[in-house]
């Protein structure tokens, strides 16, 4: 077995997708406040004079919140707090006035549920939308959040923060034509309301797209009390495979097996997820780009509702949905 050496790591030129730079002064409005990561993405903005993104601050948000949802209900207060108190960032009473006092919008709830409805909400005032893992907790909500984008000329991205963490942006700048598969693996715990693998699984999910592109066929998964398996075969045949893990302290991994031989990634390299996270979404938004391909965002989510019809049939085969028309 073949491992890709170091030189194949060496930083490569932003994919044509990618501006330059990004516009400044820029204002960040958040829609749900019941996440730490709307903590993680103050501190990374507000709090210092050495941001690596001068010029762009969160200034407003919403709090939201889900009564059903322990994770929300329970959290929202402080985190909005924490947001008022220590970052300066004023609290609106509805996702409208966010949006109109915004230049790109952040929704950030934490209950995938809502997410539909919220974008709903503020899509009239045609600013680019980041929506935060999962993007939705179905297809078809998924699908129309793209459609309803894409009907008043607005770009709408969504992914896990896996998907720009360490060393796979640049294992991807040079295209990904000879991976032939890959495997993923990570922490997958479940939340009540987020249905299988809405809640850790997109985040395995989501770097299996990012690795092999759209164009899978068919999962099965297979769950037990510890341990969930999903193993998905796209159109082409190639295979890959997620192992989401309960029973273990683990941290994300991803082994990519490429054609001259098999390439391990390490997932915490260089610049934090959040600063990976908001460079590529300031370079692309604001021009009206997502990030990440539509076709993408969207096989996320169907394999997952896929992959949870499996794990119900104990690893029975379940074919990948696409949005109607399509």
Same mark, same amino acid.
């Given at each position: 077995?073949?491992?890709?050496?170091?030189?194949?790591?060496k930083p490569q030129p932003l994919p044509a997708i990618f501006g330059e730079s990004y516009p400044?002064?820029?204002?960040?409005?958040?829609?749900?406040?019941?996440?730490?990561?709307?903590?993680?993405?103050?501190?990374?903005?507000?709090?210092?004079?050495?941001?690596?993104?001068?010029?762009?601050?969160?200034?407003?948000?919403?709090?939201?919140?889900?009564?059903?949802?322990?994770?929300?209900?329970?959290?929202?207060?402080?985190?909005?707090?924490?947001?008022r108190e220590h970052y300066g960032v004023s609290i609106l009473d509805s996702p409208e006035a966010?949006?109109?006092?915004?230049?790109?919008?952040?929704?950030?709830?934490?209950?995938?549920?809502?997410?539909?409805?919220?974008? /709903? +909400?503020?899509?009239?005032?045609?600013?680019?939308?980041?929506?935060? =893992?999962?993007?939705?907790?179905? %297809?078809? #909500? *998924?699908?129309?959040?793209?459609?309803?984008?894409?009907?008043?000329?607005?770009?709408?991205?969504?992914?896990?923060?896996?998907?720009?963490?360490?060393?796979?942006?640049?294992?991807?700048?040079?295209?990904?034509?000879?991976?032939?598969?890959?495997?993923?693996?990570?922490?997958?715990?479940?939340?009540?309301?987020?249905?299988?693998?809405?809640?850790?699984?997109?985040?395995?999910?989501?770097?299996?797209?990012?690795?092999?592109?759209?164009?899978?066929?068919?999962?099965?998964?297979?769950?037990?009390?510890?341990?969930?398996?999903?193993?998905?075969?796209?159109?082409?045949?190639?295979?890959?495979?997620?192992?989401g893990l309960r029973d273990v302290t683990a941290k994300f991994g991803l082994v990519l097996h /490429? +054609?001259?031989?098999?390439?391990?990634?390490?997932?915490?390299?260089? =610049?934090?997820?959040?600063?990976? %996270?908001? #460079? *590529?979404?300031?370079?692309?938004?604001?021009?009206?780009?997502?990030?990440?391909?539509?076709?993408?965002?969207?096989?996320?989510?169907?394999?997952?509702?896929?992959?949870?019809?499996?794990?119900?049939?104990?690893?029975?085969?379940?074919?990948?949905?696409?949005?109607?028309?399509?």
């Open positions: 077995m073949t491992i890709l050496g170091e030189n194949s790591m400044s002064p820029l204002r960040i409005g958040l829609i749900g406040l019941d996440t730490s990561h709307v903590v993680s993405l103050a501190r990374l903005l507000n709090s210092s004079a050495a941001s690596p993104f001068p010029g762009v601050r969160i200034t407003v948000g919403w709090p939201g919140g889900s009564d059903d949802f322990v994770l929300s209900r329970e959290r929202v207060e402080g985190f909005t707090s924490e947001l966010v949006a109109d006092d915004s230049d790109l919008l952040f929704i950030t709830s934490v209950d995938g549920r809502v997410h539909l409805e919220q974008f /709903r +909400r503020i899509v009239a005032r045609r600013k680019p939308v980041f929506i935060d =893992k999962p993007f939705a907790t179905s %297809l078809a #909500d *998924a699908c129309a959040i793209v459609s309803l984008a894409d009907s008043v000329g607005t770009a709408v991205a969504s992914c896990s923060l896996l998907r720009f963490a360490g060393e796979l942006p640049v294992a991807l700048t040079g295209g990904r034509e000879d991976i032939a598969g890959c495997d993923a693996y990570g922490p997958m715990s479940e939340q009540p309301t987020q249905p299988g693998l809405f809640w850790y699984g997109c985040h395995g999910v989501e770097m299996l797209v990012a690795a092999m592109g759209s164009g899978c066929r068919e999962v099965r998964c297979v769950r037990t009390e510890g341990h969930d398996l999903l193993t998905a075969v796209w159109g082409d045949g190639r295979v890959a495979s997620y192992h /490429r +054609r001259a031989g098999t390439q391990p990634l390490d997932l915490y390299a260089g =610049k934090s997820w959040e600063e990976a %996270l908001v #460079d *590529a979404l300031l370079r692309t938004l604001p021009r009206k780009r997502s990030p990440v391909p539509p076709a993408e965002m969207l096989e996320v989510v169907a394999i997952m509702e896929a992959a949870n019809r499996s794990r119900e049939r104990r690893g029975a085969p379940e074919a990948v949905a696409a949005c109607p028309g399509s």
